[in-house]
């Protein structure tokens, strides 16, 4: 990738140390991460503002944190890990994103991708989130209140899709939204185990690969 789709507006609001987020990033290439977009943007994203005001301290350690709603802000490793691999098919336009939480993965995809759509089932975490989109200057994004697991057919076919949370088996309709050459990055299994997975739409066919175990809070349906 070469420059970044946009620049986070973070004037007036609080950020920790530039040294602090470098050390993030340091972490993540000792952890093989290689895309230098990538790590650029994770460095640039104050994360303590997608947290909990009494878990900031801990925004910048590489873990998952609880969000509320049952929901977590998936571990920074992870999120790189996940655009990274999203990355690999080349210049993105259009990335679907199913399950927006705490808005983070979001705005990591925002700073390298044309276009973003995102859906979220759990209304109270997408009014907050927005508030955040509003205060980084992420107007680019779309989001949508509504059942991740339909994704966002009127706005695809989609050159990237990412969902952060597991479901059993990939829902068909994600499938369907992907555009040719397009990839899906998905972890997949039950509550003990799941595997971090991509498919490909390659001409007629869809090609699957299994990357690495992961953890992540189940995909579930309908609305709240």
Do not use: C
């Not at 944190?65 to 790189?80: D, E, K, M």
């Amino acid at each position: 990738m070469g420059q970044l789709a946009v620049k986070l507006d973070v004037s007036g609001v609080g950020m920790t140390s530039q040294r602090t987020r470098n050390r993030l990033t340091d972490r993540l290439r000792e952890q093989g991460i290689i895309d230098e977009s990538v790590l650029h943007a994770m460095g640039s994203t104050p994360r303590h503002l997608f947290v909990d005001e009494a878990l900031a301290h801990r925004a910048y350690e590489d873990t998952a944190l609880p969000i509320g709603h049952g929901q977590t802000i998936s571990q920074p490793y992870i999120v790189a890990r996940m655009t990274e691999l999203l990355l690999e098919a080349g210049d993105l336009n259009s990335v679907l994103e199913v399950g927006t939480g705490s808005g983070y993965q979001t705005a990591i995809l925002a700073q390298l991708v044309g276009q973003v759509a995102t859906v979220e089932r759990i209304s109270a975490l997408l009014d907050r989130t927005l508030v955040r989109f509003r205060q980084l200057g992420l107007h680019q994004i779309k989001a949508k209140y509504d059942d991740g697991q339909l994704g966002w057919p009127e706005r695809g076919p989609f050159d990237g899709i990412v969902v952060t949370a597991s479901p059993r088996v990939v829902p068909e309709a994600l499938l369907a939204q992907l555009a040719p050459g397009g990839r899906l990055v998905i972890p997949l299994g039950d509550l003990e185990t799941q595997t971090l997975t991509v498919f490909e739409r390659q001409e007629s066919d869809i090609i699957r690969t299994e990357v690495e175990q992961v953890r992540f809070v189940p995909l579930l349906g309908g609305r709240s």
